[in-house]
Nanobody, 127 residues
Framework: QVQTVESGGGLVQAGGSLRLSCAAS????????MAWFRQASGTEREFVAA???????YYADSVKGRFTISRENADSILNLRMNNLKPEDTAVYYC?????????????????????RGQGTQVTVSS
């Protein structure tokens, strides 16, 4: 199992940028699909972005063109670069891992596919 620790959240004004990082443990990080989900107060956890073991990326429509997911397999780190942030991006962001090795968009965007091992990191965007 991959254990994860998220960092990089904070308070930023609308239009600003943040970079989230997820430090993962485990020697098999490079074989896992990884993803970011977020959960705003009073709502369900929702998909943000995913990256497969081979580097294929997927994004929610709401963040496409503004967010970039990447991975550094040598250091077992998952990143999320967030530009042009909006107040509706305010949420706790969670890193997630999965042994699923396929490219099904339906599976890669579902919380059921992943394990969530971290505490999340708060992102607050002020208007």
């Amino acid at each position: 199992q991959v254990q994860t620790v998220e960092s990089g959240g904070g308070l930023v004004q609308a239009g600003g940028s943040l970079r989230l990082s997820c430090a993962a443990s485990g020697r098999t990080f490079s074989t896992y699909s990884m993803a970011w989900f977020r959960q705003a107060s009073g709502t369900e956890r929702e998909f943000v972005a995913a990256i497969t073991w081979s580097g294929t990326t997927y994004y929610a429509d709401s963040v496409k063109g503004r967010f970039t997911i990447s991975r550094e397999n040598a250091d077992s780190i998952l990143n999320l670069r967030m530009n042009n942030l909006k107040p509706e991006d305010t949420a706790v962001y969670y890193c997630a891992s999965s042994q699923y090795g396929g490219n099904s968009y339906l599976l890669l965007t579902s919380t059921r596919t992943y394990n969530f091992r971290g505490q999340g990191t708060q992102v607050t965007v002020s208007s």
